[in-house]
C-alpha cells in the first residue's frame, strides 16, 4: 500500500464500510492522513485485489511495544473467501519479524459485520470492552 493507492483505498473503505455503524466518510482527505501518518507502516499494509479491482485492504501502524491494525475492510463481493483472514495473518508475521509479537486492534462490539469472526479465526481474542460516549455540539 502506498499514498498513490489513496483514491482506490478511500473507495474500497467506503464500500467495506458501507453497512458499518458510525461516522465512515473515508473521503481522500481523511485517507491521505491515515497513509501519512509516521506511525503508519505501509510495508506492512496491504491492498488486494480480483479480476474487477481492489478488494480488501489492510493499514497497520507501529505503536512503542506492539503492533496495530488501523483499518481492515473487504469488500462484500469478496467476503467469506479468508481474505480478511489472510491479511491479518500477513501483518502478524511482518509485525513478529520486526520483534513485535502482540498486534492489537479495536471493534465495536455491536459490529454485525461478521469481523469479530474473521478476528477470532485469525487467532486473536478479545482482551477488554471499551464504551465510548460521546455528546453531540449543538448550534
Same mark, same amino acid.
Given at each position: 500500500?502506498?499514498?498513490?493507492?489513496?483514491?482506490?483505498?478511500?473507495? $474500497? =473503505? %467506503?464500500?467495506?464500510? /458501507?453497512?458499518?455503524?458510525?461516522?465512515?466518510?473515508f473521503d *481522500? @482527505?481523511?485517507?491521505t492522513? $491515515? =497513509? %501519512?501518518?509516521?506511525s /503508519?507502516?505501509?510495508?506492512?499494509?496491504?491492498?488486494?485485489? *480480483? @479480476?474487477?479491482?481492489?478488494?480488501?485492504?489492510i493499514l497497520?501502524?507501529?505503536r512503542?511495544?506492539?503492533?496495530?491494525?488501523?483499518?481492515?475492510?473487504?469488500?462484500?463481493?469478496?467476503?467469506?473467501?479468508?481474505?480478511?483472514?489472510?491479511?491479518?495473518?500477513?501483518?502478524?508475521?511482518?509485525?513478529a519479524?520486526?520483534?513485535?509479537p502482540?498486534v492489537?486492534?479495536?471493534?465495536?462490539?455491536?459490529?454485525?459485520?461478521?469481523?469479530?469472526?474473521?478476528?477470532?479465526?485469525?487467532?486473536?481474542h478479545?482482551?477488554?470492552?471499551?464504551?465510548?460516549?460521546?455528546?453531540?455540539?449543538?448550534?
Amino acid at each position: 500500500l502506498t499514498p498513490d493507492d489513496r483514491p482506490a483505498a478511500a473507495e $474500497l =473503505l %467506503r464500500d467495506a464500510f /458501507s453497512a458499518h455503524p458510525g461516522a465512515n466518510t473515508f473521503d *481522500d @482527505e481523511s485517507v491521505t492522513y $491515515l =497513509l %501519512r501518518r509516521p506511525s /503508519s507502516r505501509l510495508d506492512l499494509s496491504l491492498l488486494a485485489d *480480483d @479480476e474487477d479491482g481492489p478488494v480488501g485492504m489492510i493499514l497497520c501502524e507501529q505503536r512503542p511495544t506492539e503492533g496495530f491494525v488501523l483499518l481492515l475492510g473487504v469488500r462484500s463481493r469478496a467476503r467469506g473467501l479468508g481474505l480478511g483472514t489472510a491479511l491479518l495473518r500477513q501483518a502478524f508475521r511482518g509485525f513478529a519479524a520486526d520483534g513485535l509479537p502482540l498486534v492489537r486492534l479495536a471493534v465495536e462490539q455491536e459490529n454485525t459485520t461478521g469481523a469479530v469472526g474473521v478476528y477470532e479465526s485469525a487467532g486473536m481474542h478479545r482482551r477488554h470492552a471499551l464504551q465510548m460516549w460521546t455528546r453531540p455540539l449543538s448550534g
